[in-house]
């Protein structure tokens, strides 16, 4: 990072620091072929803030993109605070460039942005300009529980960064989870690729932070065996976290069914919208590895993989989202609309409320963009939904 790119990112973090309180702390860590320490984490006292002032002004750039060493290096200082002073703790990942040196494989990256999350630490990864690895940002920001974004131009920085700290200012739940125990006889999938452990018949699904008055929204696929006997069933979850006191918090819900034959369950009516949404968050998460796949020049299996991933439900053949989706694939998408895709789509899985204004954004960013009306509608689709579970079923 060079020019006013850098000088825009030292601005945006310069306006960072000024926002926090004596009691915060703050790590700044530089990457290019080494790794520096500018900030280590201390309580931002006035020298501490002096301090940090100072030693962004002395950034240069530098040659190659060490960006798992950088990222490693502030989670681990994050990390010998966080759970002794019960901090609200991210890391936040700028960078303009595809990794060149250490972990680059965005899959080990991912499970590194995991540990890191379940340890306390979530990861926001944020791209800018057409120059990084879309694939590894996402896998650190899916698997770290925080926000992904593509920042077209320098001069936003500013604001995703602002957006981020208003963010973990509001969060009134940390390391939050859903936890389904899954009677025998069954067995449950989480929609849409979210993160989730399964250990004999319970399945946890890590949901992160969650700020307040956040609604969000987690889809289940509940399936009998063969030889499950029909009769009424119920689906015990438990969902848990730490509130700003430290408090666990939790709740118990049971969800019940009757497993009868096909005759019988046609006499009942289906929740289509229920069923839309869940195809919604699948098909962003498909979308994401058809958009790899297209990048490598790969575009008819980019196709056939979405196509592939529409028969695993009859819930998700009835609805023309995939079909045209595989179409936009099969041909080039250039880095921009890839980039752009990305970020929507990882905003998309999650499923958030808190997720609507920036979702109408990138919708706006599509119709300017000229993009297909298959993206379009898709992308107008989530809207609607999220407006309905906002404001109420009568909204769109």
């Not at 980039?339 to 998309?348: D, V």
Request: glycine share 8%.
């Amino acid at each position: 990072m060079a020019g006013r790119k850098l000088a825009d990112a030292i601005a945006a973090t310069q306006r960072i620091i000024n926002r926090l309180g004596s009691e915060d702390r703050c790590t700044i860590v530089a990457f290019d072929s080494h790794v520096s320490v500018l900030a280590d984490g201390g309580l931002m006292s006035d020298a501490q803030r002096d301090l940090v002032r100072h030693a962004l002004t002395r950034l240069t750039s530098g040659g190659s993109t060490n960006l798992a060493g950088g990222w490693d290096a502030a989670t681990r200082i994050l990390l010998t605070h966080h759970r002794t002073d019960a901090y609200v703790s991210r890391a936040i990942l700028l960078t303009d460039g595809n990794a060149n040196v250490g972990i680059r494989d965005p899959q080990a990256l991912g499970q590194q942005a995991a540990v890191y999350a379940q340890r306390g630490v979530s990861t926001s990864a944020y791209g800018l300009g057409r120059g990084y690895n879309e694939d590894a940002l996402l896998e650190m920001s899916r698997s770290g529980m925080g926000n992904h974004q593509f920042i077209e131009q320098s001069s936003d920085i500013d604001g995703f960064f602002g957006q981020e700290l208003q963010e973990l200012f509001a969060v009134s739940l940390t390391t939050a989870s859903l936890t389904a125990h899954v009677p025998t006889g069954y067995t449950c999938d989480v929609v849409g690729g979210i993160p989730s452990h399964r250990e004999d018949a319970t399945l946890r699904i890590d949901i992160g932070s969650m700020v307040s008055l956040e609604q969000r929204n987690v889809y289940l696929r509940i399936m009998p065996l063969s030889l499950t006997a029909r009769g009424p069933q119920e689906l015990q979850l438990t969902f848990a976290g730490v509130d700003s006191a430290q408090q666990v918090q939790s709740i118990e819900s049971m969800v019940g069914w009757t497993l009868t034959d096909s005759t019988d369950a046609a006499k009942y009516p289906v929740n289509t919208d229920v069923e839309q949404e869940a195809t919604l968050i699948d098909l962003a998460h498909t979308r994401a590895e058809a958009n790899r796949l297209n990048q490598e020049g790969r575009y008819g299996e980019a196709g056939d993989y979405v196509r592939q991933r529409q028969q695993r439900s009859a819930v998700y053949a009835t609805y023309a989202f995939y079909e045209n989706s595989a179409a936009d694939f099969e041909r080039p998408i250039d880095a921009y609309m890839s980039k752009k895709r990305i970020a929507r789509e990882h905003m998309s899985t999650r499923f958030s409320t808190k997720d609507l204004a920036e979702l109408k954004k990138h919708l706006a960013d599509l119709y300017r963009d000229g993009a297909s009306q298959a993206e379009i509608d898709t992308a107008q689709s989530m809207v609607d939904i999220m407006t309905r579970l906002i404001l109420g079923p009568h909204h769109s």
